[in-house]
């Protein structure tokens, strides 16, 4: 029985997650749920799954999920704040941990886990964008098992020779192809971007996900995290690591080797699939999607990606080469610049620009410890808010 603890239990990949438990409980139980402050919702999930503890952003949030649990005879212990993250994520209850949390604030909870010597399964592409090589030294360190969510990270993976979880010298991989879906604006004409609102950018064509990482994938800064993401996981340099526009998204990604051969990993889009193989690894658990019928999708087509068109996959390639706390700058200023555009604050073109602005007024330097991350990660966020209001 592995006992998993879900860090974001309420977002779109939790709810997922939770999905694929369902199905097997004699395979999973749940330790631990945490949500922000959807405390209707994580009061609904503890009823059902009886986790041993849940944790919320605030005092007023916990006081509200413990009188909903209360109400319902459920004897789950509620916690909050970070301090309660971390201490689920690394408790000796739990074997597993899903890091579903959106953004910076799931980098210490997922950073916890990987100390402790948890198995990681890693959606929270930003905490790797963060603190890559710090992350990568904790899983060494401690022996934790590190699974890529990510559906492509998850893909190249499982492309990548068994056992392996990283680019080995020896296995003569010439090339990663992150595929992408190019987002719902991969064909509108670039002079109407200006005026997109939230509701547009989130419509992906191929995926149901979080407004953030919707937004990511609007402008492909998502593709330019997952870049970094893929540079981490599993040690390859930058111009190893290419993008192929594939608008079907029923290619995860591609390894391809020195001797012509190209892996692929193909499936329906759906997260439970990913999801459900990090869970299993190395076995495999049924996940509730659908067998891909490629009669049905006939056609695959794939492009290059255009960088003038897309500026935020240039600079997160740019962030990635300057290393450092570049990619820790990067996505600080994109998560403040994404979260003016959903609240109508700037338009979809000024995100692009912010992130550049903030890029080249702050040196980047070492990423040295976490709190030096955190640090630059607060002088960007500081700085991304002035050149918004300015
Ligand atoms: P979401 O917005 O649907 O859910 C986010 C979760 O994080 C919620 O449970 C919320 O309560 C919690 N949360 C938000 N802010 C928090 C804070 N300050 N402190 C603690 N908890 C907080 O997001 P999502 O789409 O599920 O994405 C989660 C992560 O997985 C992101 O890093 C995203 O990039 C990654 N990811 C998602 C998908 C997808 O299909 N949704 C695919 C690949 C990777
Ligand atoms: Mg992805």
């Excluded at 886990?113 to 964008?129: I, S, T």
Aim: aromatic fraction near 4%; glycine fraction near 8%; charged fraction near 15%.
């Amino acid at each position: 029985m592995q006992r998993i603890t879900i860090l974001g239990a309420t977002g779109s990949i939790g709810v997922s997650t939770l999905d694929v438990i369902a199905r097997h409980p004699d395979r999973y139980s749940v330790y631990a749920l945490t949500a922000h402050s959807r405390v209707e919702e994580l009061a609904a999930q503890c009823i059902q799954f009886h986790p041993a503890r849940a944790v919320v952003g605030s005092a007023a949030a916990a006081d509200q999920l413990g009188a909903l649990l209360r109400a319902a005879g459920c004897k789950t212990e509620v916690e909050w704040g970070e301090a309660a993250l971390c201490s689920v994520s690394c408790a000796s209850g739990t074997d597993a941990v899903m890091a579903a949390i959106v953004g910076a604030a799931g980098l210490a909870p997922t950073l916890a886990a990987a100390r402790a010597g948890k198995k990681v399964m890693l959606a929270n592409k930003e905490a790797l964008v963060m603190s890559g090589q710090l992350f990568m030294d904790a899983v060494a360190g401690s022996g934790a098992a590190l699974l890529p969510i990510d559906s492509e990270h998850n893909a190249i993976f499982q492309c990548l020779p068994a056992g392996y979880g990283r680019v080995p010298a020896a296995a003569g991989v010439t090339k990663i192809l992150l595929t992408a879906s190019g987002g719902p604006f991969l064909k509108r004409d670039v002079a109407t971007l200006e005026n997109v609102t939230p509701d547009e950018a989130c419509k992906h064509p191929k995926w149901v996900m979080g407004r953030k990482i919707s937004v990511d994938s609007a402008t492909m800064m998502n593709k330019g995290l997952e870049v970094i993401e893929a540079h981490w996981l599993f040690g390859a340099p930058a111009q190893q690591i290419e993008v192929v526009i594939h608008p079907q998204s029923v290619i995860h990604s591609m390894v391809s080797y020195n001797d012509g051969s190209v892996l692929a990993e193909l499936g329906n889009p759906d997260m439970r699939t990913p999801i459900a193989h990090a869970l299993a690894y190395p076995e495999r658990v049924a996940s509730g999607v659908a067998q891909l019928d490629l009669t049905q999708v006939g056609t695959l087509q794939f492009e290059k990606p255009d960088f003038e068109r897309f500026p935020c996959l240039a600079l997160a390639y740019q962030a990635l080469r300057a290393g450092g706390t570049a990619p820790a700058l990067l996505n600080a200023a994109n998560e403040v610049a994404v979260q003016a555009f959903l609240e109508q604050r700037i338009g979809f073109r000024r995100i692009d620009r912010v992130i550049a602005q903030v890029m080249d007024e702050l040196p980047h330097g070492a990423a040295s410890s976490i709190e030096a991350v955190m640090a630059q990660d607060a002088l960007a966020r500081a700085a991304a808010e002035r050149i918004i209001a300015g």
